[in-house]
């Protein structure tokens, strides 16, 4: 009774497994990539911020106009673009004021040195206040820094 044909009637198994190495290494890749350009994204004119105490913003925020002041008294703001210019201060409040126009939502921080007289800081908020900016937030160091 045998026919010849006993191996015929098997097939192999087909395995339905995914290698997924490859997708590891490009996870670790990305991973690295993003490492680097994180503290890059947030951009701003170097001064020597107040340390304090403070909680951190919600990181679900929108990307927000930052307002830097020098100790020397000199104002710069950060639109986005990379390019911090020296700029008067009425020329910021024009810019915040268009940016706030299309996006009322966008958060303000400022920048201030610590050295710069408290008055020059408050007088900043206010008339970032009265371009339409909601709420004015103050950038701090955490103690340990």
Known sequence: MATGKAGKGRR????????????????L???IVFMITAPLLMQGVKVDLPKAPTSPLD????????VSIK???????????GKNQ????ADIVTKVAKVLAQ????PVLV???RRVDYGAVVSLMAQLQGAGAASVGLVTEPPGK
């Open 12 to 27: 192999k198994k087909l395995v339905a497994e995914i290698n997924v190495v490859p997708y590891i290494d490009v996870m």
């Open 29 to 31: 890749v990305l991973l």
């Open 59 to 66: 990181d679900k925020a929108k990307d927000p106009l930052i």
């Open 103 to 106: 996006k009322p939502d966008t």
């Open 86 to 89: 020296k700029e008067a201060l």
């Open 111 to 113: 920048w201030g040195d």
């Open 71 to 81: 100790a020397d008294g000199s104002y710069y703001v950060d639109l986005g673009n």
